[in-house]
């Protein structure tokens, strides 16, 4: 096989999306901070979101990892594992910080759900309301990389590199799959933080909303110009794919706040990345089972907060 080579196009905007994230983790550290000296930042909601991630992934691991009877091999075992653990909560700790009392500030319905939620109000509507949109905008990119996988073939193009469902570790055991549910987890969180740091940056920036946007999509297309590039089929179909995806993100990120764009991600990553069948009979039911069951559970818990105690079919009057 041939090593896999760059264009100089494609390097650029590698480096270029690697110092824009860079630049944010940076400001956030600058952001967070200046709000811990003015006693602004909501401390106790970023112990709980850090405190979550750092008991998580030690339930993972207790699950997950070979242990053996040796107290120092364990111990070994549970310090490499855990060091890049600490390094997570502390970046979701400082990104909260840095992110909580601007968005409060400039954009309080953006995060009012994600407020909610950290204060402990688990079922509060605005909760169930947020992560019931955020499961129903979580096929869109499934969906979208299906269309954009079996486009380039019909239209006579060469197809895609093929990445949907390609998380087959997740089938070695159920173990594998509750590493995969919550790494998924985690890892829609952090990417929907840096979203909305990124547009509350802009906001603060450019001050009027609509230059805001502009300036998001024009970042946006810089971090997938590089996909587009290196996806195997035309540019131009790879293009398309890559403005709808800018699209989806925009719509959640700018309309609908944090928790819906974390949970967006955290549920659609699931659904594409770990391998799914509807045969009950084939050896991956198991797996696919217990990740559909996850997501309809997830829906399932949002519909119930967000009716607010209403009964589920209303009220039945008797004439």
Request: glycine fraction near 8%; charge should be positive; hydrophobic fraction near 55%.
């Amino acid at each position: 096989m041939q090593a896999l080579t760059r264009s100089s196009a494609q390097t650029v905007l590698i480096g270029a999306a690697t110092l824009v994230l860079v630049a944010l983790v940076i400001a956030a550290m600058l952001f967070a901070r200046h709000n811990v000296r003015a006693r602004r930042a909501d401390v106790r909601g970023a112990w709980r979101l850090a405190l979550f991630v750092m008991v998580g992934y030690a339930a993972v691991w207790m699950q997950a990892a070979h242990h053996v009877p040796d107290v120092s091999q364990e111990v070994s075992s549970f310090t490499r594992n855990f060091g890049s653990t600490l390094f997570a909560a502390a970046l979701l700790w400082v990104m909260y910080i840095a992110l909580e009392p601007y968005v409060r500030r400039f954009w309080p319905d953006g995060i009012l759900g994600w407020t909610r939620l950290m204060s402990g109000y688990v079922r509060d509507p605005r909760v169930g309301r947020d992560v019931l949109i955020g499961c129903v905008f979580a096929p869109a990119l499934p969906l979208l990389e299906i269309a954009y996988e079996l486009l380039p073939p019909l239209l006579g193009r060469p197809p895609a590199i093929l990445r949907f469902q390609d998380g087959v570790d997740a089938l070695s055991g159920t173990s594998e799959l509750a590493g995969k549910v919550f790494d998924h987890m985690v890892g829609g969180v952090f990417t929907a933080m840096f979203m909305v740091l990124g547009f509350v940056l802009l906001r603060l920036i450019f001050r009027r909303t609509s230059v805001a946007i502009a300036a998001w999509l024009l970042v946006g297309a810089l971090f997938q110009a590089s996909p587009a590039l290196s996806s195997g089929t035309s540019v131009w179909i790879a293009a398309a794919y890559q403005a709808c995806v800018i699209a989806v993100v925009t719509v959640m990120v700018v309309r609908y706040g944090l928790l819906v764009t974390a949970v967006a991600f955290a549920v659609g990553n699931f659904l594409e990345d770990i391998p799914l069948t509807l045969s009950l009979s084939h050896w991956t039911a198991t797996t696919s089972n217990l990740t559909l069951a996850t997501v309809l559970a997830v829906t399932c818990f949002g519909f119930y907060a967000g009716r607010a105690g209403q009964p589920l079919f209303g009220k039945l009057e008797v004439r």
